[in-house]
């Protein structure tokens, strides 16, 4: 047994470190080396967590942050080194456990479900925004654009699961749409100054006139400008993250998730506050502002806050973290937190990390575990 590294390794981890009593070592499993070393991979979870307890200080790489329980993480562990097993790699990438750890029929009860709570708020969507009218073609169109949404949705979901960590380019959104900002900015600040003076000198009948195209010509450099962003967002500004040794799981994690709270909140506001200018517009144009902003702020953000967070969720390329997210939800045999988990397990020396991947520290540590472990998928 203390022949190998690995031995010498696992004796120096369960009772050494841990200060354990060693009198096991002196009945029969001093005597048959196989008993001995799956004794020692069996109580190996166990006795780091007890010999390593969690610290606050940033600066000891070897203390785990997170207190855990070492049967839940034998669960985990376990739960994990089947998933690999069963698709023949040793490599642990975040954005593979959604998939490793999910069934076929899983993952399409997932599309459904998903599908069919994002179709449910845009009908419900709808039925606010047209709330006071009782024409059955309201309730018709309702319910088409629910299914719509829901069959959208529910098919790319299905597509979240093969694909790989993003990140958006802050930087380059910065440098290139700055200019595209300030032109916009300018529009919707100087247009309403300069059509004032021109308001001034014309006849009293035609001043409303002027203000009406103002207004009409901020709207439409609006959604125009938003368009134009948001197309060339979807074409430069989202990347697929450089998977090297520099990178570090929490990374990438971070970065996608970033990506995808930047693609659900550009168009969200975006539409937001198109619909809120239009409803304003059409109040100057009644001669009821009030009201109508009133009305835009009841009865249309909410479509159209919905309407931009549906189109941030079906654009784009990279949906890893929300498929991973969407996984941890819904099932028990993994970790709530699976970044910070995976962090602490590379703390306490079960496994080791290769840039944004972890690997079980010995391929003898990944196979008892997923030999031991309570069979599932």
């Known amino acids: 047994m203390t022949a190998t590294p690995l031995g010498l390794w696992l004796l120096r981890m369960v009772y050494i470190l841990s200060n354990a009593d060693p009198a ?12 001995l070393r799956h004794h020692l991979l069996d109580h190996l979870v166990g006795a780091l967590i007890h010999a390593r307890l969690p610290t606050t200080d ?62 449910l708020g845009v009908a419900m969507a709808v039925a606010i925004s047209l709330t006071g009218t009782s024409d059955p073609v309201d309730e018709i169109a309702g319910a088409a654009l629910g299914l719509i949404a829901w069959i959208r949705v529910g098919d790319r979901v299905g597509n979240w699961f093969e694909e790989a960590p993003g990140y958006t380019n802050r930087r ?15 529009a919707v600040v100087g247009l309403p100054i300069s059509a004032v003076p021109m308001a001034l ?83 100057i144009l009644d001669g009821d502002p009030v ?31 929300l498929a991973c997210e969407l996984t941890l939800l819904t099932q028990r045999r993994l970790p709530r937190k699976l970044i910070p988990f995976l962090d602490d397990m590379h703390r306490l020396g079960l496994l080791r990390s290769v840039g944004p991947l972890y690997q079980f520290r010995h391929a003898e540590l990944h196979n008892h575990l997923a030999r031991t472990a309570r069979p599932g998928g």
């Not at 902003?293 to 890893?320: C, D, E, K």
């Open 24 to 35: 096991p070592l002196l009945g029969p499993l001093g005597h048959d080396s196989k008993a």
């Open 58 to 119: 940033p600066s000891d790489p070897f203390l785990p942050r997170r207190a855990w329980d070492p049967g839940e993480v034998r669960a985990w562990l376990g739960h994990l080194a089947q998933a690999l097993t069963r698709h023949r790699t040793r490599d642990l990438a975040w954005w593979h456990v959604a998939r490793y750890t999910t069934s076929p029929v899983r993952r399409r009860l997932l599309q459904v479900a998903v599908g069919f709570l994002v179709g």
């Open 172 to 186: 380059l959104i910065l440098r290139r749409f700055g200019g595209v900002g300030l032109g916009l900015a300018v």
């Open 201 to 283: 000198s014309l006849p009293h009948q035609y001043r409303y006139m002027v203000g009406v195209v103002a207004l009409l010509c901020i709207v439409l450099g609006l959604i125009g400008g938003s368009m134009i962003i948001r197309s060339a967002w979807s074409r430069e500004m989202e990347l697929p993250t450089p998977l090297t040794s520099s990178a570090s799981a929490a990374s990438t994690w971070r970065a996608d998730r970033t990506l995808t709270v930047a693609r659900v909140a550009a168009p969200t506001c975006t539409f937001g506050v198109m619909v809120f200018l239009l409803f304003a517009v059409i109040g």
């Open 291 to 321: 009201t109508w902003i009133q009305n835009g702020l009841v009865y249309g953000l909410t479509p159209a806050f919905i309407g931009g967070f549906v189109y941030g969720l079906v654009s784009g390329h990279h949906h890893a973290w």
